[in-house]
Nanobody, 124 residues
């Protein structure tokens, strides 16, 4: 069974940077067959897609993080990363790693495997 565990969250000032990581364990199945992505949920807000990467390495970003966030994957290590720069207070949320054969940025309620989340707080 696919299991995901995020790390790297924390508290930073506006303009700062963080790198989130997701360690995946999939038993005997290689993650190279799965799309992966990051979603986030701010307090009182709906869950939303942040960035996704498919099995060919093609990426897609939410418009408000485009140019500031970079998603990447290392299938040899079964890891997914999200490098976040120029962080803004509105980036404050719990960030979740997801995986599935297909992950759609604008479908936050898809049939995905979810991690437990890691909190990111951006405040002065």
């Amino acid at each position: 069974q696919l299991q995901l565990k995020e790390s790297g969250g924390g508290s930073v000032r506006p303009g700062g940077s963080l790198k989130l990581r997701c360690q995946a364990s999939a038993g005997v199945v290689s993650l190279k067959f799965f799309a992966m992505g990051w979603f986030r949920q701010a307090p009182g807000q709906e869950r939303e897609g942040v960035a996704v990467i498919d099995t060919d390495g093609v990426t897609n970003y939410a418009s408000d993080v485009q140019g500031r966030f970079t998603i990447s994957r290392d299938d040899a290590k079964n890891t997914l990363s999200l490098e976040m720069s120029d962080l803004k207070p509105e980036d404050t949320a719990t960030y979740f790693c997801v995986s599935a054969p297909i992950v759609r940025l604008h479908i936050p309620d898809g049939n995905y495997a979810w991690g437990q989340g890691t909190e990111v707080t951006v405040t002065a």
